[in-house]
């Protein structure tokens, strides 16, 4: 029998613990949505021109965000 503990074995808690990831990394370079996009990073652009990264992070605009922080709009 397997015991899981929220679906994760227990070695990978422990590897956790002790500093180590417990979720696999995403691969963002197959994503359709990646920052690549240049329509969609456009409009990212202008999202951030007109609300501000104070004002898009209220509005939970996350997404937006990362793909700003990657090509480099954001520090």
Same mark, same amino acid.
């Given at each position: ?6 679906g994760h074995d227990w070695a990978d808690i422990?590897? /956790?613990?002790?500093? &180590?990831? @417990? ?11 990646? +920052?690549?996009? +240049?329509?969609? @990073?456009?409009?990212?652009?202008? @999202? @951030?021109?007109?609300? &501000?990264? /104070?004002?898009?992070?209220?509005m939970a605009y996350f997404g937006v965000l990362d793909r700003l922080k990657r090509a480099g709009?954001?520090?």
């Open positions: 029998m397997s015991e899981k503990i929220f422990q590897r /956790a613990q002790q500093g &180590g990831r @417990l979720h696999r990394t995403i691969d963002t370079s197959k994503s359709p949505y990646s +920052a690549d996009t +240049a329509e969609q @990073l456009d409009s990212d652009v202008k @999202l @951030l021109e007109q609300y &501000g990264e /104070a004002e898009l992070r209220k709009y954001i520090v």
